[in-house]
């Protein structure tokens, strides 16, 4: 499975088999995770093994069951901070999907352990992400139209077309979809709307429109 399936593929699981992540598995997560905070400064970690953060009343009424691994979205307060942590975040849920785990961007309804994670002077906890074999593979959500989100024509060029459905996939807090995704001249300008968590939505529908336009970074404006 390559990104481009993943991001088609995946869907957001909220309940897990009794299954351990195979070591060989956690190695190679690990190992991108590694790769991800060099590149973006960021300390996410891999929690494994840990049912204390899944095991309250919060993560009851969110429908969590048998979460006992987590990815810590963790990094250094600062200007972009959310959005880094959306856009890195979500490169790791996509690579973990190509290894066969299940995930789950998870905002409030969970515990926070500080015994199973490393939050250093000047560093933040911002949001996890449940992870592990899924009782289902997910199921596909209610979404926006690709006019509703961004300024697109019949006449846009096909990479733009391409980044917006790839957007419209991204998770979002409570699936609300609150961004919009404008083309100008080459350029694509990207704006969060008022909500919690938009800032954070914003960078998984960053990577979500470069994986699908086949753009680097460099076609923000």
């Known amino acids: 499975?390559?990104?481009?399936?993943?991001?088609?593929?995946?869907?957001?699981?909220?309940?897990?088999?009794?299954?351990?992540?195979e070591p060989e598995t956690a190695a190679a997560l690990e190992k991108f995770i590694e790769e991800c905070n060099a590149?973006?400064?960021?300390h996410i970690q891999l929690?494994?093994?840990?049912?204390?953060?899944?095991?309250?009343?919060?993560?009851?009424?969110?429908?969590f069951s048998g979460v006992t691994n987590y990815i810590a979205v963790i990094g250094r307060k600062g200007a972009g901070f959310e959005e880094?942590?959306?856009?890195?975040?979500?490169?790791?849920?996509?690579?973990?999907?190509?290894?066969?785990?299940?995930t789950c961007w998870v905002a409030l309804t969970f515990k926070k352990v500080p015994s199973?994670?490393?939050?250093?002077?000047?560093?933040?906890?911002?949001?996890?992400?449940?992870?592990?074999?899924?009782?289902?593979?997910g199921k596909e959500r209610k979404s926006k139209t690709a006019e509703e989100i961004s300024n697109i024509f019949a006449s846009s060029p096909e990479w733009f077309k391409n980044g917006v459905e790839a957007a419209l996939l991204a998770p979002t807090a409570t699936n609300q979809q609150k961004f919009t995704l404008t083309l100008d001249g080459d350029k694509v300008i990207a704006k969060a709307g008022f909500s919690?968590?938009?800032?954070?939505?914003l960078g998984i529908?960053?990577?979500?429109?470069?994986?699908?336009?086949?753009?680097?970074?460099?076609?923000?404006k």
């Open 205 to 220: 529908v960053k990577y979500h429109f470069e994986l699908g336009s086949g753009k680097d970074s460099s076609i923000w």
């Open 116 to 137: 199973a994670y490393k939050v250093d002077r000047g560093e933040k906890l911002e949001i996890v992400i449940s992870l592990g074999y899924g009782e289902t593979q």
């Open 39 to 42: 590149e973006s400064g960021l």
């Open 196 to 201: 919690y968590y938009t800032k954070v939505d």
């Open 1 to 21: 499975m390559d990104l481009l399936e993943a991001m088609r593929e995946r869907h957001s699981v909220r309940r897990y088999i009794n299954k351990p992540i």
């Open 84 to 102: 880094k942590c959306g856009y890195y975040g979500e490169k790791i849920v996509l690579y973990a999907q190509t290894l066969g785990l299940n």
């Open 47 to 63: 929690v494994k093994n840990e049912p204390k953060a899944f095991d309250g009343a919060m993560a009851h009424y969110g429908n």
